[in-house]
């Protein structure tokens, strides 16, 4: 099946530096993904879909100067946590939708998150 | 606009007994809906969905859903639990355009 693989898995940072995480379709083209972040015990909250070769589209109440999204290619997503603070440790997750399988909600795979922690 | 509840945040059952995930959405559109599971660790994974076809549908693991519009409600239930079934539920909704809205999860728990 479509896998999907974001890198790394779990990252420690100080405060004030910035974390970039990747996203990755393995073996499926994605013109579409999107990036998730969770809150301890809480359900995913959708932050931003990212679109390749255009700008993302980020959803209300997410800084997108903060939480900077490439889609640079059909495969890869980053998400860049600039001047990272406590605040925002969390785990960040990423879908990608599989194109050429339809493109919709159906064929929508998520990786398996990343872990940021901010000392 | 739509939205999904999840009535129960943590459903604990004896491994052999019936599981029941609640779910209850909100949608102006003729909604998708979809239970996913994520076990700790680990991503996210379909179990099932939901798109206006047959009313009961059947995942994997033994897991099946019904979709009943005059309660609203899109039940996840098992005939038997599995001690490996112990992890985080998602039913979430999707409608017009792309967007689509997790519930706030519910942690099964499995008792030996």
């Known amino acids: 099946g479509a896998v999907v693989s974001q890198h790394p898995s779990r990252v420690i940072c100080k405060s004030g530096t910035s974390v970039k995480i990747e996203c990755r379709s393995l073996?499926?083209?994605?013109?579409?993904m999107f990036w998730y972040r969770q809150f301890p015990k809480q359900s995913l909250m959708l932050m931003a879909t990212s679109n390749e070769g255009s700008k993302a589209t980020y959803e209300q109440g997410v800084e997108k100067d903060k939480f900077l999204i490439n889609h640079a290619s059909l495969t890869l997503s980053t998400l860049t946590v600039t001047s990272a603070h406590p605040e925002d440790s969390s785990f960040y997750i990423c879908s990608a939708r599989d194109y050429l399988a339809g493109g919709n909600q159906e064929t929508q795979y998520f990786g398996p998150g990343t872990r940021l922690l901010v000392l | 606009a739509q939205s999904v509840t999840q009535l129960d945040s943590h459903v604990s059952v004896s491994e052999g007994t019936p599981v029941l995930l609640r779910c209850n959405y909100s949608s102006s559109y003729s909604p998708s809906l979809f239970w996913y599971v994520q076990h700790p660790n680990k991503g996210l994974q379909l179990l099932l969905k939901?798109?206006?076809?047959?009313?009961l549908v059947k995942g994997i693991n033994g897991f099946e859903a019904e979709f009943k519009k005059s309660e609203t409600s899109f039940h996840l239930t098992k005939p038997s639990a599995h001690m490996s079934d112990a992890a985080e539920y998602f039913c979430v909704v999707s409608g017009s355009g792309d967007k689509i809205i997790f519930g706030k999860g519910t942690r099964l728990h499995i008792l030996p």
């Open positions: 073996d499926f083209q994605a013109t579409t």
């Open positions: 939901y798109t206006s076809a047959a009313t």
